[in-house]
C-alpha cells in the first residue's frame, strides 16, 4: 500500500473515532435528562400503565379503540416522566440529604432549575398533543390529574399523608380511561378506582419505609412515619382491602376464571410482600415494593384474558 493509502486508511480511522467521541458526548449530555425524567427506572411507569390499560379494557369490555388505546399508553410514559421532573424541581433541596436520591440530576448539580423546567415544557406539550385526541370531557379529567400531579410533591412537607395523594394520581388514568371510550363513569370503574387507590397507598408506604430514617432526620412526612410499628399492618389491611374490591368487581363485571386466577395470584404476591417487610429492612422494602410492577401486570392480565376468554365461541 502507498502513502496515499494509509493517509486514507488513517483518516478513515480519524473519522470513525471522532463519530465515536461525538456520540459519545451526546450520551454523556442527555444521560441527566434520561435520569431526570426516571426513564433508566421504569418501575413507575408500570405501575401507572398496568391499572389504567385494566380500565380500558373494562371499559371497553375488551379490547379498546387503537387510537385511545396508543394515547394512553404513551401518556402513561410522557405524564409519569413529567411527574419525576416536577417532583425533582420540588425536592432538589431535599434530595441531597436522602441516601436514596442524593445522586439525582438536579440534587448532584448536573442539571439545573432552568433546563429541568425546559424539560417540563417539553413533556407537558407531548401530553397536551396526546390529550387533544381524546374527547372533550377526557380533556378536563386530564386537566386535573395534571393539577393533583402538581401538589403531590409539595404535601409530604405539611402532610403525613403524601401517599393518598399519590393514590390519587396514578389512579387518575382509571376514571379518564372510562370517558375516553364511553364520556361516562360506571361503578364498575369506580371500584377498580378504589382498589387501584388503595393498593398505591399500600405500597407507596412500603416505598417511604425505604427513607423513613433520612426523612425523619429532614423533616419529610409519610404514612410510614405516622404509622410507626403499625406500617406492615395497615399494609395488609389495604391489600386486603384491595382483594375484596376485585372479587366484588368479578360479580360486577361478570369477569370470569382468567381473572379470578389472577386476583389469586396477586395475593400470593401481598404473602410475598409481608414477608420481605416482616423486619422492616431497607432493602427488603424496596423489593416489595418494586414487585408491585408483577401486581399490575397479574391485573391488566387477568381482565384482558378474561374479556378474551368470554368472547371466543363455546
Given amino acids: 500500500?502507498?502513502?496515499?493509502?494509509?493517509?486514507?486508511?488513517?483518516?478513515?480511522?480519524?473519522?470513525?473515532?471522532?463519530?465515536?467521541?461525538?456520540?459519545?458526548?451526546?450520551?454523556?449530555?442527555?444521560?441527566?435528562?434520561?435520569?431526570?425524567?426516571?426513564?433508566?427506572?421504569?418501575?413507575?411507569?408500570?405501575?401507572?400503565?398496568?391499572?389504567?390499560?385494566?380500565?380500558?379494557?373494562?371499559?371497553?369490555?375488551?379490547?379498546?379503540?387503537?387510537?385511545?388505546?396508543?394515547?394512553?399508553?404513551?401518556?402513561?410514559?410522557?405524564?409519569?416522566?413529567?411527574?419525576?421532573?416536577?417532583?425533582?424541581?420540588?425536592?432538589?433541596?431535599?434530595?441531597?440529604?436522602?441516601?436514596?436520591?442524593?445522586?439525582?440530576?438536579?440534587?448532584?448539580?448536573?442539571?439545573?432549575?432552568?433546563?429541568?423546567?425546559?424539560c417540563l415544557a417539553i413533556l407537558l406539550a407531548i401530553g397536551l398533543a396526546i390529550v387533544f385526541t381524546l374527547n372533550p370531557i377526557t380533556r378536563w379529567m386530564a386537566l386535573v390529574g395534571l393539577l393533583v400531579a402538581v401538589v403531590y410533591p409539595f404535601m409530604k412537607r405539611f402532610t403525613h399523608l403524601p401517599q393518598l395523594g399519590l393514590g390519587i394520581a396514578f389512579s387518575w388514568g382509571i376514571p379518564m380511561a372510562s370517558t375516553a371510550v364511553t364520556e361516562t363513569i360506571s361503578m364498575e370503574i369506580w371500584l377498580l378506582f378504589w382498589a387501584s387507590f388503595s393498593w398505591i397507598v399500600a405500597y407507596d408506604t412500603q416505598y417511604a419505609m425505604v427513607d423513613r430514617e433520612d426523612d425523619v432526620r429532614i423533616g419529610i412526612k409519610s404514612t410510614a412515619i405516622l404509622l410507626g410499628k403499625l406500617d406492615v399492618y395497615v399494609i395488609a389491611a389495604l391489600q386486603l382491602v384491595v382483594l375484596a374490591a376485585l372479587l366484588i368487581l368479578a360479580l360486577m363485571a361478570n369477569l370470569n376464571y382468567p381473572y379470578l386466577a389472577s386476583v389469586a395470584i396477586i395475593g400470593g404476591l401481598f404473602g410475598y410482600q409481608a414477608f420481605l417487610t416482616r423486619n422492616r429492612e431497607r432493602d427488603a422494602c424496596f423489593r416489595a415494593f418494586k414487585n408491585n410492577t408483577v401486581v399490575g401486570f397479574f391485573l391488566f392480565a387477568g381482565m384482558a384474558l378474561s374479556f378474551l376468554t368470554s368472547s371466543m365461541p363455546q
Avoid at 494509509?6 to 456520540?23: E, P
Wanted: proline share 6%; glycine share 8%.
Fill in 1 to 118: 500500500m502507498d502513502s496515499q493509502g494509509h493517509k486514507s486508511q488513517y483518516n478513515g480511522l480519524g473519522s470513525s473515532v471522532h463519530a465515536s467521541n461525538r456520540d459519545s458526548t451526546v450520551l454523556h449530555h442527555l444521560r441527566p435528562y434520561w435520569e431526570l425524567m426516571r426513564l433508566d427506572r421504569p418501575v413507575g411507569t408500570f405501575l401507572l400503565l398496568w391499572p389504567t390499560l385494566a380500565a380500558l379494557w373494562l371499559a371497553s369490555g375488551g379490547l379498546p379503540p387503537i387510537g385511545i388505546l396508543i394515547a394512553f399508553t404513551l401518556g402513561c410514559f410522557v405524564m409519569r416522566a413529567a411527574g419525576c421532573v416536577v417532583n425533582d424541581i420540588a425536592d432538589r433541596d431535599l434530595d441531597p440529604h436522602v441516601a436514596r436520591t442524593r445522586t439525582r440530576p438536579l440534587a448532584d448539580g448536573r442539571l439545573n432549575v432552568v433546563q429541568a423546567l425546559i
